[in-house]
């Protein structure tokens, strides 16, 4: 584009004849579910500020996907994919929104997501909503996208766009990502706002960036971060924030770096991916780094019962002052509204799994609850205090390593989803930063490894993957294959 080769009307044109090419034809991945009909519009206007002299930025120009639980001011609607909120138009952008438009960048489309981003029912399929159904993985169509931020990770790797933006309370960014191939970041909770974002959890919700190369993440990274008096965590951030993120990035930036190994719970699960990590620690010591193995968290086993006592009360809370401020023409107001509305509409709603957690939200009390109360500190200690804080200091690491998850498991209607192993909750629960990486395949099925820290960790962790990025170049178009152990097919 600085070149003059592109424009960003062009670069938009090809990303929606790709997305044509790929979601509801095609493969049909089914990762969109609003295209915004003024992107063409805002895409002329951002090249003629860039032939009068004016840009804005890295993002100046580039079409994102973000999330369909992020609030767009626009023609696009924001649902949390749900149909109980089919139409429901935002008064006004989320903050990250804000930022994004004022870096430059074209909000091309929403993305499809797991309903409520997967808080609906344990029974659940990643990747599914009512508004969009099922979403598939690029890489073997038959095979999940993990959730809940399943279509920005998919619509990445698919190449409609470069970037896009997901959001995580336990392994929504990070779990897609890897499970389809790309990069996710999970920021520190309070480094990017989360004003306008359909909430599930005031202490581990977080946006972050999706994208197919570390240093497109830490461009990405930079446009959305910032202070926002709506958000009191991001205060927290303080100059940390609304920063330049691609000077951190180094290909020399494992050397000398300490890692720790957590092997307790999260080896084991899967033999291959298991192989794969060992060969990865040993990529990892020819790049520099110092492994400390084991380092384990000493709450690994942990149940996450206190966590999702958490979750429960937060997400009551969140979602009642959410759905409160919105326009007077949506129909539903409240969690009860939302339960209510999916039993009338159950045959297009639940055709598949239920609403069991939404019932059990919407049995908590407030916030001031003891047992909400004594459920939170249980988190913070086992996670914080005693867990990432504490074996990161006895054995002086610069990160903590794993692989992030499983291979893709098939998508199942019937039973749900069927995780065999994850890293994602320890930084999670913690609200600290957590990266992951392709770290390779089996059986064309991506796997990632997870690089997370401590808080406001970021420029390390970047700095630590994009040294591994670079010397592995792990990286792989989809073949869109129907099954594992099916040739390429289609022309795609």
């Known amino acids: 584009m ?19 090419a790929l979601d509801r034809s095609g493969p049909e991945l089914r990762h969109l579910l609003d295209l915004n009909p003024e992107a063409m519009a805002v895409a002329r206007g951002l090249d003629r500020e860039r032939s009068a002299g004016r840009v804005r930025g890295p993002l ?19 649902t949390a994919g749900s149909l109980a909120l089919a139409g429901s138009i935002a008064r006004q952008d989320a903050h990250l929104a804000g930022r994004l438009r004022a870096a430059g960048a074209v909000l091309l489309a929403k993305s499809s997501m797991s309903e409520w981003a997967n808080f609906r029912s344990p029974h659940s ?26 279509g920005t990770a998919g619509a990445v790797a698919a190449s409609y ?18 499970t389809v191939g790309v990069v996710g970041l999970k920021p520190t909770v309070g480094l990017v706002s989360r004003t306008g974002i359909i909430p599930i959890s005031v202490t581990q919700d977080t946006a972050g960036p999706i994208t197919r190369s570390v240093r497109d993440a830490a461009i990405l990274l930079g446009g959305i971060t910032g202070p926002d008096p709506l958000d009191p965590a991001t205060r ?28 307790k719970v999260f080896t084991g699960y899967h033999d291959a991916t298991d192989r794969l990590f060992e060969s990865a620690l040993g990529e990892l010591r020819r790049l520099g780094a110092v492994i400390v193995d084991p380092a384990e968290l000493p709450h690994a086993a942990d149940d996450g019962s206190a966590e999702f006592e958490v979750l429960l009360y937060e997400f009551k809370a969140g979602l ?35 609403q069991e957690t ?25 996670w914080r205090t005693e867990g990432i804080d504490a074996v990161m200091t006895r054995h002086r690491l610069d990160a903590l390593v794993a692989p992030t998850g499983n291979p893709a ?11 065999t192993g994850s890293v994602t909750t320890p930084a999670a629960v913690a609200g600290y930063p957590h990266i992951t990486v392709p770290m390779g395949f089996i059986q064309e099925l991506p796997v990632g490894l997870s690089l997370f820290g401590r808080a406001w960790s970021e420029p390390a962790l970047l700095a630590m993957a994009y040294a591994y990025e670079q010397a592995t170049r792990h990286w792989r178009e989809p073949k869109y294959l129907p099954t594992v152990g099916h040739s390429a097919g289609g022309g795609h």
Request: aromatic share 6%; hydrophobic share 35%.
């Open 161 to 178: 766009v470069a970037g896009g933006i997901g959001t995580e309370t336990d392994g929504s960014v990070t779990c897609p990502a890897a």
């Open 60 to 78: 100046h120009g580039i079409p994102l996907i973000i999330k369909d639980n992020i609030d767009t001011a626009d023609r696009m609607t924001t």
């Open 409 to 419: 498991w098939p998508i199942d209607l019937v039973n749900g989803d069927h995780f």
């Open 2 to 20: 600085a070149a003059g080769r592109w424009t960003a009307e062009e670069l938009v044109r090809w990303s929606l004849d790709r997305a044509e």
């Open 125 to 150: 399929s990643s990747g599914w909503c009512s508004r969009g159904g099922q979403g598939r993985n690029p890489h073997v169509l038959d095979r999940t996208p993990c959730g809940s931020s399943s």
């Open 236 to 263: 927290l951030a303080g100059a940390r924030g609304a920063r330049e993120y691609t000077g951190f990035l180094d290909p020399d930036g494992l050397r000398g770096k300490r890692l720790g190994v957590p092997r």
């Open 358 to 382: 939404l019932v059990e939200a919407e049995s908590r009390g407030p916030l001031t609850t003891p047992a909400y109360r004594r459920a939170l500190a249980t988190c913070r200690r086992l």
């Open 320 to 354: 009642n002052a959410y759905l409160a401020a919105l326009d007077p023409m949506v129909p539903v107001r409240s969690l009860a509204d939302v339960i209510a509305f999916n039993e009338r509409e159950r045959a297009r709603v639940m055709p598949y799994f239920g």
